[in-house]
């Protein structure tokens, strides 16, 4: 176990050393984001409010230190914005000193990495739209594709810092139209995290499963997230969207994945829970996992959609063993109360989302799966007269 760690952790140190630069820094916005969680704990979001104001400090963020004070309504320390502005200006003096050097004893190359340390330095204090302007500039100075590629994730990451979804989904494009031109297979890996971390922003955790389960052995893009928080991701994503042989192939049985679950036992148990179908112990997991995505910047909107699904694809996963049981059963087997789970499967019953019906007088579930063959039957019909009433309105136009 210990040999097993440590080589875990040698890995993980080894990648790490090839990531991108960390600016921005996606620390300080989830640090902004817990600070403005109305539900979080009190002692911790103090602990988190001084390890933010001190990472503004340490880079000087005059900023973002202003936008963060009137977005939160926190009182200005005067003196210290004023400290961090002056440097702000004597360093940007520095740059456009240095620019202008460049530009008048210097070649093109010169230039451009003056221009990009420029713009690195404008993202780093949260100057968002003075760090995009000058990153454009950089990218119509930049001929090597890989260098354009790094400008485009350094802009991606501008939009998961200020979570603008516009910014990131444009971007994306445009490094994909760039990787059709011919990208290494590094910047290729390092793509589908960015896709797979946005997709998770938008509550596409089929995207996210597959995106991250393809790079979880190639893993270095540490500058969006820690290793144990990117397989935490693809653990959850692919509980969801997976089919149970693919979830025990990639995921159950994942070598990396075992390397890393051992340092984050909630997520161990409840994928082991609903795989292993332990479901009282999974509706506690499930409570840990809630907690867990309630307070991520990433997932914190889809939070409830996530809970409402996972009981539902385990309702699914027992109902589908039986022909019918009892609700006594189904409560013991879930470790609540028989009204519990008679108002649970009746909402989701009403919904249309459990193929199955109560008997209240016997006390026990019926499960009434549709026949394969039927439903195939009924989508051709229903595509059928699909078809055939946009034939008839094409024979009218046609006609006239």
Not at 103 to 121: Q, T
Not at 202 to 230: G, H, N, P, V
Not at 345 to 360: F, H, M, T, W
Request: charge should be positive.
């Amino acid at each position: 176990q210990s040999e097993f760690q440590h080589f875990a952790v040698q890995k993980n140190f080894v990648m790490e050393e090839e990531g991108l630069s960390k600016i921005p820094n996606l620390q300080i916005a989830r640090l902004k984001f817990l600070c403005a969680m109305p539900e979080y704990d009190l002692k911790r979001k103090c602990q988190a409010k001084e390890r933010l104001m001190r990472n503004i400090e340490e880079a000087n963020m005059a900023p973002f230190y202003q936008e963060i004070c009137t977005e939160m309504k926190w009182e200005f320390d005067t003196t210290l914005l004023n400290k961090m502005k002056a440097f702000n200006e004597t360093e940007m003096r520095r740059l456009s000193d240095a620019l202008e050097d460049a530009e008048r004893n210097r070649g093109e190359s010169e230039v451009r990495d003056v221009m990009l340390e420029k713009a690195e330095y404008l993202s780093k204090i949260g100057d968002k739209e003075g760090s995009l302007v000058a990153l454009r500039q950089t990218y119509d100075k930049t001929m090597a594709l890989g260098q354009k590629m790094d400008i485009i994730f350094h802009i991606i990451r501008i939009g998961f810092f200020y979570l603008d979804h516009d910014l990131i989904k444009r971007n994306i494009q445009k490094a994909e139209s760039l990787l059709d031109e011919g990208g290494d297979w590094d910047r290729r890996n390092r793509l589908k995290v960015y896709r797979g971390l946005y997709a998770m922003a938008i509550r596409d955790f089929k995207t996210t499963a597959t995106s991250f389960l393809d790079t979880i052995s190639t893993f270095t893009s540490y500058e969006l997230m820690d290793y144990k928080q990117f397989v935490t991701y693809t653990v959850v994503a692919s509980i969801i969207s997976l089919e149970r042989v693919d979830l025990k192939n990639k995921v159950v049985n994942g070598s990396e994945i075992l390397e890393v679950l051992h340092e984050i036992p909630k997520i161990k148990k409840f994928l082991n829970s609903l795989y292993y179908c332990n479901y009282d112990l999974f509706f506690v997991a499930l409570g840990d996992v809630e907690q867990i995505l309630k307070f991520d910047r990433y997932a914190h909107p889809h939070y409830r959609f996530y809970v409402n699904e996972m009981k539902i694809r385990a309702y699914k996963q027992l109902l589908q063993s039986y022909k019918s049981l009892t609700l006594q059963y189904m409560a013991n087997a879930f470790g609540v109360s028989n009204e519990y789970i008679d108002k649970e499967l009746s909402r989701l019953i009403a919904a249309g989302r459990l193929n199955c019906k109560i008997n209240k007088v016997m006390g026990f579930v019926e499960t009434n799966r549709p026949d394969s063959k039927n439903r195939q039957y009924q989508a051709v019909v229903k595509h059928g007269d699909a078809l055939l009433n946009r034939m008839q309105k094409l024979s009218r136009i046609i006609n006239v």
